[in-house]
């Protein structure tokens, strides 16, 4: 089955920096990388999605980023803010599989 | 935030006990969803219904029953063969099998096992 691994688990940022959280993804035939965030108590809500025909994907302060050939994608997050610290869930999706593979999380702290 | 509900927010169980996690969505969508979320593991897919009255077993379905009697409900039931139900669940839904990129999200369940 599919496998997604996430790093890294934790991640401390300046307030303006960038943050950079990457997934890796066993199977080749996947086809579909959303990410998700979660803050503190609430439901997780999707950010951004990208496809395996599509190397790169923006929207606004936040991108995604896709590497078929070494099966890993990134979520770049530039000019941070207080408001970004979550917890950021991967995931990905096998063609004609109607689940999606989650990532274990990556807890993001903005320090002010 | 709206379409997608979970009641209760907090629910405390005794062992041996059998307990019903509620899910609600009026978004007319087809496919809805059950997962379970541990610290450090992330979400993991105890079972998913594509339509009414079917259903299909996720990673970790031991333990836990569901029902799709109605297209708007979706309850899962924990059961005392469940070695370690302390979690927080989340019920999700996708418009439909052809659309199951966006999952929407309830606001989830904190269950206790006392």
């Known amino acids: 089955g599919e496998n997604v691994e996430q790093h890294p688990s934790t991640l401390s940022v300046q307030e303006g920096d960038s943050a950079v959280i990457k997934c890796t993804y066993s199977?080749?035939?996947?086809?579909?990388f959303p990410w998700y965030k979660q803050e503190l108590g609430k439901r997780p809500q999707l950010i951004i999605d990208?496809?395996?025909?599509?190397g790169e994907k923006k929207d606004q302060r936040i991108a995604v980023t896709l590497n078929k050939t070494a099966k890993h994608f990134s979520l770049h997050i530039t000019e941070t803010q207080p408001e970004d610290s979550a917890v950021y869930f991967c995931a990905a999706r096998f063609d004609g599989n109607e689940k999606l593979t989650f990532g274990t999380g990556t807890r993001l702290t903005i320090i002010p | 935030d709206g379409g997608i509900t979970q009641s209760p927010k907090y629910l405390f169980r005794k062992e041996g006990q059998n307990v019903t996690l509620s899910c609600e969505q009026n978004l007319n969508h087809d496919a809805m969803y059950w997962y379970r979320q541990d610290p450090g593991q992330g979400l993991r897919l105890i079972y998913y219904s594509q339509i009414v009255n079917d259903f299909q077993k996720g990673d970790i379905a031991e333990g836990y029953s569901v029902s799709r009697e109605k297209k708007e409900s979706f309850p899962l039931t924990v059961t005392s063969a469940q070695k370690n139900p302390t979690a927080f669940y989340l019920c999700a839904s996708t418009p439909d099998r052809a659309n199951t990129d966006t999952q929407y999200f309830g606001p989830g369940t904190r269950l206790t096992v006392l």
């Open positions: 990208i496809r395996s025909n599509v």
């Open positions: 199977d080749s035939a996947s086809n579909y």
